[in-house]
């Protein structure tokens, strides 16, 4: 069993900077690849960035939405997971949630996820 606790949402103006950050439970932190996804009112749930399990500085994974504008990371050794968005804009706007899945295998589907966070809600205004 996974808890995951998000945390470092609020009101920002666009172009402004957020940082979150998820810390999770347990001792096998490193098996898991973790997902930031993000959920905005009457929308579906979306996939917004993840991370392997064994990342090293390897590769990561972007929606197209927030490539080359939000950075996710990962430190095993304390159990964290953290998402950087930069010059963020309204559209961002949303509850995200950290979410973690078993495996090697990196996913954008949600369903696929095993374990959620409660959700932080990142409001953007113009």
């Known amino acids: 069993q996974v808890q995951l606790v998000e945390a470092g949402g609020g009101l920002v103006q666009a172009g402004g900077s957020l940082r979150l950050s998820c810390a999770a439970s347990?001792?096998?932190?490193?098996?898991?690849?973790m997902g930031w996804f993000r959920q905005a009112p009457g929308k579906e749930r979306e996939f917004v960035a993840a991370?392997?399990?064994?990342?090293?500085?390897?590769?990561?994974y972007y929606a197209d939405s927030v490539k080359g504008r939000f950075t996710i990371s990962r430190d095993n050794a304390k159990n964290t997971v953290a998402l950087q968005m930069n010059s963020l804009k309204p559209e961002d706007t949303a509850v995200y949630y950290c979410?973690?899945?078993?495996?090697?295998?990196?996913?954008?589907?949600?369903?696929?996820?095993?374990?959620w966070g409660q959700g932080t809600q990142v409001t953007v205004s113009s």
């Open positions: 979410a973690a899945r078993r495996g090697e295998a990196v996913t954008t589907t949600p369903s696929e996820y095993n374990y």
């Open positions: 347990g001792r096998t932190f490193s098996s898991y690849v």
């Open positions: 991370i392997p399990g064994t990342w090293a500085f390897g590769r990561t």
